[in-house]
């Protein structure tokens, strides 16, 4: 049995929402979709934890790494908020 990808790419999330790559990467670019991108690398990669929370309607974050790396992901939510 194997062990499913922690990380998802390009294409399993083009497929998941019906969109093309290129669109994938536009909306990566505009940071409007949750993604991780690694110091000195141009590879997107995309959590499913990350989508899901995304689908179900959480807010986004921006957190810019050293060396090009960017991480975009669902905010924690606030006690209370």
Do not use: I, Q
């Not at 934890?49 to 924690?76: C, H, I, N, S, Y």
């Amino acid at each position: 049995m194997s062990t499913p990808r922690r990380y998802k790419d390009v294409a399993y999330v083009a497929e998941r929402y019906s969109l093309s790559e290129w669109s994938v990467y536009d909306r990566a670019r505009r940071r409007t979709l949750p993604f991780r991108k690694h110091p000195d690398s141009n590879r997107l990669y995309f959590l499913e934890a990350d989508l899901d929370a995304f689908d179900d309607g959480a807010a986004l974050e921006v957190l810019k790494l050293a060396r090009g790396g960017v991480v975009v992901r669902p905010r924690k939510a606030v006690n209370g908020a």
